[in-house]
């Protein structure tokens, strides 16, 4: 049997990246479209996160005998941090929408670092995840 991780993994790891890029497009740009595409990009990413976990779980189960070893571990943990960092900006943007408005502020710049952390998190989980891929 395949691995089916790697189909899904594409999703959160190229989405949020683009949700930060977008959002420092909007930043530098004021156009609110760029804003705009950054909310859906990690609505979108978010909402992909459980499936993409699921199917780690899976593989990690079925392919490498739920085996703990260092980097399942991290990254285990870091897809909690994923959706831990993802899901109160996704949440945070959809209640409180006037929170992006220019110039930010408070709320604003909370969303900002929220979705400036999400790319980091892919950044580790992706690393890890090539290191099973690669070694």
Do not use: N
Not at 32 to 39: D, N, R, V, Y
Not at 83 to 110: C, I, N, Q, T, Y
Request: proline share 6%; charged share 10%; hydrophobic share 60%.
């Amino acid at each position: 049997m395949r691995q089916i991780h790697p189909m899904f993994v594409q999703f959160p790891l190229a989405l949020f990246p683009v949700a930060f890029a977008s959002f420092c497009v909007y930043l530098g740009t004021g156009s609110k479209e760029f804003e705009e595409g950054a909310f859906v990009a990690a609505l979108f990413g978010l909402l992909a996160a459980p499936f993409t976990m699921a199917t780690g779980f899976f593989d990690w189960w079925t392919h490498y005998r739920a085996y703990l070893t260092r980097v399942f571990r991290i990254k285990i943990a870091g897809s909690f941090v994923l959706l831990a960092l993802a899901a109160p900006a996704v949440l945070l943007r959809a209640f409180h929408p006037e929170a992006v408005a220019l110039p930010l502020e408070g709320l604003g710049w909370l969303y900002f670092g929220l979705l400036a952390a999400c790319p980091a998190a892919c950044v580790v989980l992706g690393y890890y995840g090539g290191k099973l891929v690669f070694h």
